[in-house]
């Protein structure tokens, strides 16, 4: 499933449900951590659909990489 198929869900609700999944001894850092992946995720997603991508071809180029 792209990020264009996948249903978008707003920062609160998101917010929300990672609360709701974190265990009961998790940390301030945990949460930190879960929200920033997230946020992280949701910009690749938004890249992808963008456009902004570059091949694993075009980057073993770039590097010099032979396979």
Not at 31 to 59: C, M, N, P, T, W
Request: proline share 3%; charged share 35%; hydrophobic share 40%.
């Amino acid at each position: 499933m792209t990020a264009a198929t996948t249903p978008k869900v707003g920062i609160k609700e998101a917010a929300l449900e990672i609360v709701r999944d974190l265990p009961d001894n998790a940390t301030w850092e945990d949460l930190q951590y879960r929200l920033y992946v997230r946020e992280k995720i949701e910009r690749g997603l938004a890249d992808i659909d963008a456009g902004r991508v570059v091949s694993h071809e075009d980057i073993k180029r770039k590097f010099g990489i032979v396979t």
